[in-house]
């Protein structure tokens, strides 16, 4: 079966760097867009970053624009989510996502707190 699971994620300070990352199976993950969203307390979940099959197009969410890359490792069926210079705004629980054969997948998330 299809399983995300995220790592990564801890209180780090204002500033400072983070790398979350989810590890997928049970699909064709060279085959497949992913994504990475979050979850802010109090606030809907939003799509933070996605990446192409090939690792070559990615796309942001304004607020994290510059300071967030995402990457993807085909052979180790990983992808990752650098995040520079956090703030606190970015404090959320950070889920990996992946659309397979017509089913929306997540992971059970990551909580990434960023103290000021």
């Known amino acids: 079966q299809v399983q995300l699971v995220e790592s990564g994620g801890g209180l780090v300070q204002a500033g400072r760097s983070l790398k979350v990352s989810c590890a997928a199976s049970?699909?064709?993950?060279?085959?497949?867009?992913m994504n990475w969203y979050r979850q802010a307390p109090g606030k809907e979940r939003e799509l933070v970053a996605n990446i192409d099959t090939r690792g070559t197009y990615a796309t942001y969410a304004d607020s994290v624009k510059g300071r967030f890359t995402i990457s993807r490792d085909n052979h180790k069926n990983t992808v990752d989510l650098q995040m520079n210079d956090l703030k606190s705004d970015d404090t959320a629980v950070y889920y990996c996502?992946?659309?397979?054969?017509?089913?929306?997948?997540w992971g059970e998330g990551t909580l990434v707190i960023v103290s000021s």
């Open positions: 049970g699909f064709t993950f060279w085959q497949t867009i």
């Open positions: 996502n992946a659309y397979v054969r017509g089913t929306n997948y």
